[in-house]
């Protein structure tokens, strides 16, 4: 069973830090992860999609990395502004079936002006 | 182009009852898969409909079914509910034309179950 957990719950931090959002899973037998942000009672709004061939994948302040071998996905975002504070999961699609994802449990993320 | 549009936005039931949640996908996609989030146990994959057909299914009861018409709209349905079952539940859809296809949400159902 492929579990997926992310590293820290929640994380505070000042306008225009660099900050990392971890995520791990299990079975490295995955197809592809996606990073998403939920806004408080609101739906999730897809961030990047890295493929499982991939290592990287770069939206503007937004870098996310995958490392299959060690299981393991990192969200980096860069001069962080207060509109950024929100909820990030990260969700692994792994091999086996189409569209069937396993989330992790998120980070909450929350940034002070 | 328009999103996921997943109806009513807001539910209130009461035990035993039956509810059923409607979500439209995004024009030209054919996967619509269905989400399960609480606070406690977080997001969880109920199941995933592609052109009619039942592709995946996540570890719900059979209380928890759904279908997905021929436009690509699916339905979900809930029967005999439990307080267990207030939640959110979300809809996304994709392409599914390849392996590699990024997920767009609705903005969810609020079902309340007194």
């Known amino acids: 069973k492929q579990e997926v957990t992310q590293i820290p719950a929640a994380l505070s931090v000042p306008e225009g830090e660099n900050l990392v959002l971890n995520c791990s899973f299990t079975?490295?037998?995955?197809?592809?992860l996606q990073w998403f942000r939920q806004d408080p009672g609101k739906g999730l709004t897809s961030l990047l999609l890295i493929q499982s061939s991939q290592r990287e994948q770069t939206s503007g302040r937004l870098n996310a990395s995958l490392d299959k071998s060690s299981g393991r996905s990192t969200l980096y975002i860069a001069a962080s502004q207060p509109g950024d504070s929100a909820t990030y999961l990260c969700a692994v699609g792994f091999s086996g079936g189409y569209q069937k994802v396993t989330f992790g449990t998120g980070t909450k993320l929350q940034v002070i002006p | 182009k328009a999103g996921v549009t997943q109806t009513p936005r807001y539910l209130i039931k009461t035990r035993g009852q039956q509810v059923t949640l409607s979500c439209s996908p995004i024009s030209g996609h054919r996967s619509v898969s269905w989400y399960q989030q609480t606070p406690g146990q977080g997001l969880q994959f109920l199941f995933e409909?592609?052109?009619?057909?039942?592709?995946n299914k996540g570890n719900f009861p059979g209380r928890f079914s759904g279908r997905q018409f021929s436009n690509s709209r699916s339905e979900m349905n809930v029967s005999t509910l439990e307080l267990g079952d207030s939640a959110l539940y979300l809809c996304?859809?994709?392409?599914?034309?390849?392996?590699?296809?990024?997920?767009?949400f609705g903005s969810g159902t609020q079902l309340s179950v007194l």
């Open positions: 409909y592609f052109s009619e057909t039942q592709r």
């Open positions: 079975d490295s037998a995955i197809y592809n």
């Open positions: 996304a859809s994709s392409l599914a034309d390849g392996r590699n296809e990024k997920l767009f």
